[in-house]
């Protein structure tokens, strides 16, 4: 036979029992051409456009699932910040937008749609001004929508304005939405360096430099790499590695077949895999688990960010051998509330944010889906924003921060999403004043990695 | 599909003759645009079945029992399917077949013949995935 009979029965484990699939199809579209003085007109140009690409998007995807017996979990949008065509703005209509944007996904059939985002790392426009103050809104006045902000990147620096604002958007939001457990803030992500081909929702955009409409791949596959490091067994480090990276290697390459397939019928270009491990709240699905079942007692131990260096290492080296269109975030994400061992963790009081934050500097992408007290003040808020985005500006990487100060809620309590977005405990947050610090103000220099020319 | 200039002049010249002398400007533009259009999907046509075979894997495993390799051929000969390999293991009370199909030769497409093999597995109580080759090629084969 052509295919060796366990190299078929691979392929059906990793797909039907380790949760192997395809996480996300995010084609992005560019909306450049669609401004216009006329608020109504712009609103129409949106319309327009996204359905003309996306109208058979999901239709599509179903089918390539079928063909391959892959599933793929979401197929999404992103497209061009919006404040970047729409930068003669003001705040109500940016609203408007978004309300367009939310009806359109909704008609598409696909749950997010992103890229109502800035990009301020060094400065900000009236226009984007006026999107960052319209996002508590925007957010909480519509459902799919999802919105970034890059507040600081390896060759600008940290916009700390930019910073505090954010800080304040983001109590904001969770206050407008106080009613389902703060949900706008798992729809908006603040970034150090943030790429822009990635098609992880909430934190994608359709990049200025990216083409008119492209189709990018992020795939999942922490199961498939859980079992295979189980059942590697007490080998040494090399050696896990070569598992690890095996492993890698064929869903990556799934990945970019299934990838180029959707494109293909689509009939746009195809732009990049993300080569990222992206838990989910299924049982086994997660990042947490295998890093347990490396050797660690539980995440949060002494070596769990060797242990994460490693995991995250090995799974960009097999996918850069797997694919030459890797691009995106490609590492391992570590969101609390979408991964069962990390909620447990947390619950267990063996994970802290100090230790997620360390986590954060050798793994995409940042302090992801953390519940904190409603009560956290401001300053506290940008203090977190600022020490991640520091990680990301001076390892030149990116980070980002998506945090839920869950209103009315204390250590302890939950904030419960259900679906993909999952539940995550409230975590304690240092009590110790950052005002002084944060409300200097203006930019922190650039580093001097940022020279290298 | 990029056409040179050289390639769109003589598709014109070709329309004006066909046309004859009668033919007006706008004729004949939109009967070369058309022409192009064809020729774009002719090119894609081309290229799809150059990157796919019409082959699909079929995995089946459950509890073994007679009459399973029957069931699922049989179901197959019925779509016109060309099975181009099989093989099979048993272990202990459990069954696993594999199977190389071509249904390039059935005038099913693949989603019929998957809903088809659905009815089989539904009656046999067994597990039966049908997916495009080109998914093995690509995990497995450098």
């Not at chain 1, 059939?109 to 790392?121: C, K, R």
């Not at chain 1, 999802?146 to 700390?160: D, E, H, P, R």
């Amino acid at each position: 036979m052509q295919y060796e009979f366990e190299e078929i029965l691979e392929t059906i484990r990793m797909t039907e029992i380790e949760h192997f699939d395809i996480r996300t199809v995010t084609m992005g579209i560019s909306l450049r051409d669609c401004y216009d003085r006329n608020i109504e007109v712009t609103k129409q140009k949106i319309y327009d456009k996204i359905i003309r690409f996306a109208k058979n998007h999901v239709k599509n995807a179903k089918e390539i699932e079928s063909q391959f017996g892959i599933s793929i979990a979401n197929k999404r949008i992103s497209l061009t910040p919006i404040s970047i065509p729409f930068d003669s703005y003001h705040s109500e209509e940016f609203i408007e937008i978004a309300k367009i944007l939310d009806k359109v996904a909704e008609e598409i059939g696909i749950d997010y749609i992103a890229g109502y985002s800035a990009l301020v790392q060094k400065g900000m426009t009236n226009g984007e001004k006026e999107l960052i103050k319209s996002i508590p809104y925007a957010l909480s006045q519509t459902k799919r929508v999802c919105s970034s902000v890059n507040v600081a990147s390896t060759k600008a620096g940290i916009n700390m304005d930019a910073v505090i604002m954010m800080s304040e958007i983001i109590k904001l939001t969770a206050e407008l939405t106080k009613d389902k457990d703060s949900i706008g803030c798992a729809k908006l992500v603040v970034f150090a360096n943030a790429v822009e081909d990635n098609p992880f929702v909430a934190g994608a955009f359709h990049g200025v430099s990216e083409p008119e409409v492209v189709i990018n791949v992020g795939i999942s596959g922490p199961g498939v790499v859980l079992d295979a490091v189980r059942e590697a067994g007490r080998v040494d480090f090399q050696t896990l590695s070569e598992v690890i990276k095996k492993t890698v290697f064929k869903i990556t390459r799934a990945g970019e077949l299934i990838g180029r397939k959707v494109a293909e019928k689509n009939g746009v270009p195809f732009g990049i895999v993300d080569i990222s491990l992206a838990p989910t709240p299924a049982e086994g699905d997660s990042i947490a688990d295998i890093l347990k079942a490396m050797g660690l007692e539980d995440v949060g131990a002494p070596g769990t960010t060797a242990a994460l260096a490693m995991l995250n290492d090995a799974v960009k080296k097999a996918g850069l051998m797997a694919s030459s269109s890797v691009g995106g975030l490609s590492g391992a994400f570590i969101p609390v509330s979408e991964d069962m061992g990390m909620i447990r963790a947390v619950q267990a009081k063996n994970l802290s944010i100090e230790k997620l934050e360390a986590m954060t500097s050798v793994c995409s992408v940042g302090l992801d889906m953390i519940a904190i007290p409603g009560d956290t003040p401001n300053e506290t808020i940008a203090g977190i924003i600022a020490d991640e985005a520091a990680i990301g500006v001076i390892n030149d990487k990116t980070t980002a921060v998506r945090i839920i100060p869950a209103f009315g809620k204390k250590e302890g309590d939950f904030v419960d999403y259900g679906g993909l977005l999952g539940k995550a405990p409230v975590m304690g947050v240092r009590t110790l004043s950052s005002e002084k610090f944060i409300n200097r103000g203006g930019r922190i220099p650039a580093p001097v990695r940022s020279l290298t020319n | 599909m990029k056409l040179t200039e050289e390639e769109i002049r003589k598709i014109t010249f070709e329309t004006v003759n066909e046309l004859g002398r009668d033919a007006t400007p706008s004729e004949i533009k939109e009967a070369v645009r058309k022409k192009i259009e064809s020729m774009a999907n002719y090119d894609l046509k081309l290229k799809q079945g150059e990157v796919t075979s019409g082959r699909v894997i079929l995995t089946s495993f459950g509890l073994n029992k007679p009459g399973i390799v029957a069931a699922v051929t049989k179901a197959l000969a019925e779509s016109n399917c060309d099975i181009q390999d099989l093989s099979q293991r048993i272990m202990g009370d459990f069954f696993t077949m594999i199977m190389i199909i071509d249904i390039s030769t059935s005038n099913k497409d693949l989603k019929e013949i998957q809903n088809e093999m659905a009815k089989v597995a539904d009656e046999l109580k067994i597990k039966i995935y049908l997916q495009h080759e080109d998914v093995f090629r690509y995990m497995h084969r450098i």
